[in-house]
């Protein structure tokens, strides 16, 4: 079984964002790279760095504190550069979708209209006091705090922007500081009453961005847990119409979550902002990982790790590689479990998050690419079953080459479409039958024999297909299987330790042939999926060959699992599978690793036209 | 007390006490959080004279969330469907704010009728209609207001529209359609309810009619 090194939160440091973005990082990057080889039961094994084998990629598992840190250092990145809080510089981030080289040419260009776009400063600069690292002009100076009296809410915000400059302005029926408006302080004298939910009793605690549209602190709670959790916004702006400011993180937290110390009002509530609070980080996670291209997240349900492969990042990557890649964790739900807990455990409850990063069709599409996979299944899921019912139902028009139904009536058949006549029976144009209507006796008249030809022809391709398709769903079935054949190997594995002396490290060569003939089966699956697509040419044959050689070895080892146990030839089925299991495992490499060589020389050759290949040069089919 | 509902019922109050804006919120049941909203046609537009009236409903999270609404009253117009009324317009959805009242919103309906928006449609069919021929739509919208909203009917001074009869329901200009392009077909034996619905999706109107050819009309109807 391939074992991951185990990952921490440490891993983030391991890691340093320009290799992130730019993909440089190479042999010293951690790969799995001991899939097949290492032996069972080995399950804190780390992996040796060192290049992978070429059916393999490199690729990395990153906790969602993992993915923070990179956040933290592109956010850091710009802070440094334009001279403007973490706050900002992450909503700037978040708006040109975390492409650092955009931000900076833009904002250079422009830094105003980059940072009203962003909505971290308001339109007309004359509104607001706040200080912004473009506006340095006087006017603009922040008013001293000490003229204030700050509410509860104010001082909070100013403990927490306090490392920065920005500061939001509140306004408080209680709090009767000066401001720098004459409009602000008499409407500060009268008593407030929140637009939203016409609250106006005295002491309402009011918060407000620095465009200074206040509303007070519940309504705010309500609506960025609305907008968090029932929108899953991560961009949350101001609440009066029309405002486009956005809400820097440390707003958001400082509505969220209650200063350390302060007395607990409403558990539930707070449990629930709590909540959302989290869920807002997550958002922030999945935007960024959403928006580099060398991350994606884990597929598995409530799995947060994500995964780094810069080697699959582009399009025409997917042409070379088949970028299958596992998070590490395993099982289902929220007890992803370690290695270590569930080594010992076969079946699906324990199975890696195994998934392709570069489509989501499956887990494991190798040796294909992700292109033709995605072709092959269209295919199969437009085709097969209708494949089969026209193959035996229907013929097709010796002219148009419509297919046709014949559900009653005379041989006498007039084509819907081009009009052509001919009989049902021989296929040749009725116009020949003359006299002898409705008793065809003409089998082996020339033209009939022609048609028939024409039909034969337009029906190989049919066949071809089901031909491929046929082993393919075999496969896929046995894969289904899988699950039942692991109990039933566990059973065999008990008995073994009874009716035997071996123990149970020893009758381990089960499970690993089990996992062994289900790994390749998924391989030879696929291979079908492949040569369909393939150009006819030595290429091909090749090709086939190795998928013939392993799907004999797969046979004949299932065979051997199969067999029933008894205890004087334990040893030799011992001795069997085990060398057979080997053998399968070599043959399976030699598939993987020739057909990925095959994609990274440009070796194989397609009959239609795969996404990101040139056109197929010969057409065989 | 629940900070909706007060809410609400303010919202309520204020547009009681508003004698200006002719704007009405009934409640529909005995919750507050169904209501009935209705306002006049908006002055020199095809919807002038009648009485729309909209269907509101409250969500749990009002005002977090945008209030539901869609028109009771049948409108013919691009931005709302035909045939269930629902409404296409930013505010009742994503560019919606918590500051907003039922009041305002309303209000935005309104407006929204003076201001047609056939770039992003509810209704195809209509906005296909309205692309095509204003003065038809206009003609369509006139008559679906008198019919449905109680509006005054098509003025005198326009011959075009004298196909409708004040007092019957004439499909044909139901559909927006011209009574010989209708008689056209109908009398090549199919059903006149048939033909409207064919020429109504067909676009059958202005312009169009020179574009589309009988050929087409008539395969339209075999299907």
Not at chain 2, 16 to 30: G, H
Request: net charge negative; aromatic share 8%.
């Amino acid at each position: 079984m391939s074992s991951d090194y185990e990952f921490s939160d440490d891993d983030g440091d391991y890691f340093d964002d320009e290799e992130m973005i730019d993909g440089t990082q190479d042999s010293e990057a951690q790969s799995e790279d001991d899939m097949d080889m290492d032996a069972f039961g080995d399950d804190f094994k780390v992996t040796p760095k060192g290049k992978c084998k070429s059916y393999e990629i490199e690729y990395e598992s990153l906790s969602q504190s993992a993915v923070e840190r990179l956040m933290q250092k592109d956010v850091d990145h710009i802070c440094g550069i334009f001279g403007v809080d973490s706050g900002i510089a992450s909503l700037l981030l978040r708006h040109m979708k975390w492409n650092k080289e955009r931000l900076i040419e833009k904002y250079m260009d422009n830094p105003t209209a980059m940072l009203v776009a962003a909505g971290v400063t308001m339109p007309e600069p004359v509104v607001t006091s706040t200080p912004t690292p473009i506006r340095t002009h006087s006017s603009h100076t922040t008013p001293t705090n000490t003229s204030r009296r700050p509410t509860r809410a104010t001082s909070k915000l100013m403990a927490l922007a306090s490392g920065s400059k920005s500061k939001s302005p509140t306004s408080s029926p209680t709090s009767s500081f000066t401001t720098p408006k004459a409009v602000k302080t008499a409407k500060s004298e009268e008593v407030f009453v929140c637009p939203i939910c016409f609250d106006d009793s005295p002491g309402l605690q009011t918060l407000a961005l620095d465009c200074e549209h206040a509303f007070c602190s519940t309504c705010w709670t309500s609506y960025v847990g609305s907008k968090v959790r029932d929108e899953a916004e991560h961009c949350i702006r101001c609440m009066a119409e029309g405002c486009a400011l956005a809400c820097p993180d440390s707003f958001i937290r400082s509505i969220l979550v209650p200063e350390p110390g302060a007395p607990i009002t409403d558990a539930a509530q707070e449990e629930e902002n709590a909540k959302t609070w989290a869920r807002f980080q997550e958002l922030l996670v999945r935007h960024f990982v959403g928006c580099n291209t060398s991350l994606k997240f884990c597929p598995y349900p409530s799995c947060t790790n994500t995964v780094s492969c810069p080697a699959a990042a582009s399009k025409i990557s997917l042409t070379t590689v088949v970028p299958t890649v596992s998070c590490g964790a395993r099982g289902i739900g929220g007890q992803a479990m370690t290695q270590s807990q569930q080594g010992s455990q076969l079946g699906i409850g324990g199975k890696e998050h195994k998934f392709c990063f570069g489509c989501p069709i499956e887990s494991d599409h190798r040796p294909v690419v992700c292109g033709a996979a995605k072709l092959w299944l269209k295919k199969c899921r437009d085709d097969s079953e209708t494949a089969n019912w026209i193959k035996s139902n229907t013929k097709e028009c010796s002219q148009c080459q419509s297919t046709i139904e014949k559900n009653g009536g005379c041989n006498h058949m007039t084509c819907k479409k081009c009009k052509h006549e001919f009989c049902w029976v021989c296929m040749g144009p009725w116009s020949e039958h003359g006299t002898a209507w409705y008793s065809c006796n003409r089998y082996d008249e020339q033209t009939g024999v022609e048609a028939r030809d024409a039909q034969s022809k337009s029906r190989a391709s049919l066949e071809r297909y089901l031909h491929y398709y046929n082993r393919w769903a075999n496969h896929e079935q046995s894969a289904k299987l899988a699950l039942d054949l692991y109990a039933k190997t566990e059973k065999k594995m008990e008995d073994m330790q009874i009716t035997s002396a071996l123990t149970w490290i020893e009758v381990q060569f089960m499970k690993k042939a089990v996992e062994e003939v289900d790994k390749c089966r998924m391989t030879l699956k696929w291979t079908y999926a492949m040569a369909y697509y393939l150009a006819k040419g030595n290429q091909k044959d090749l090709f086939e060959d190795n998928q013939r050689d392993l799907e004999r070895a797969v046979e004949d080892l299932s065979e051997l699992l199969e067999s029933p146990i008894e205890a004087e030839n334990i040893p030799t089925l011992r001795q069997k599978v085990t060398d057979k299991t080997v053998y399968v495992q070599k043959r399976n490499e030699i598939v993987l690793e020739d057909t990925a060589n095959g994609f990274v020389e440009g070796r194989w050759r397609w009959n239609v036209t795969v996404d990101g290949f040139d056109d197929p040069t010969e057409v065989a089919i | 007390m629940d900070a909706r509902l007060r809410r609400v019922n303010k919202e309520i109050a204020d547009c009681k006490n508003d004698k200006t804006s002719n704007i009405k919120i009934e409640l529909i049941d005995n919750s507050p959080f169904h209501l009935k909203g209705s306002f006049p046609g908006p002055e020199g537009t095809p919807y002038e004279g009648g009485h729309f009236e909209v269907d509101i409903v409250i969500p749990e999270s009002y005002p977090f969330q945008p209030v539901k609404m869609k028109f009771i009253t049948k409108v013919y117009h691009p931005n709302v469907s035909s045939a269930s009324g629902a409404i296409c317009l930013d505010i009742l959805k994503d560019a919606w704010s918590p500051v907003l009242t039922l009041k305002s919103t309303l209000i935005s309906l309104q407006s929204l009728l003076c201001s047609p928006e056939p770039n992003d449609p509810q209704d195809a069919e209509v906005a296909k209609h309205y692309t095509t021929s204003k003065s038809s739509f206009e003609d369509t919208a006139v008559y679906w207001t008198q019919i449905y909203a109680g509006g005054p009917g098509p003025k005198e001074k326009k011959g075009k529209s004298s196909s409708a009869k004040p007092d019957e329901r004439d499909e044909v200009a139901i559909a927006g359609l011209e009574e010989a392009h209708v008689n056209q077909f109908a009398s090549l034996g199919f059903p006149r309810s048939k033909v409207i619905d064919v020429l109504r999706r067909l676009n059958y109107r202005g312009a169009n009619v020179a574009k589309i050819t009988e050929d087409r009309v008539v395969e339209e109807l075999l299907k």
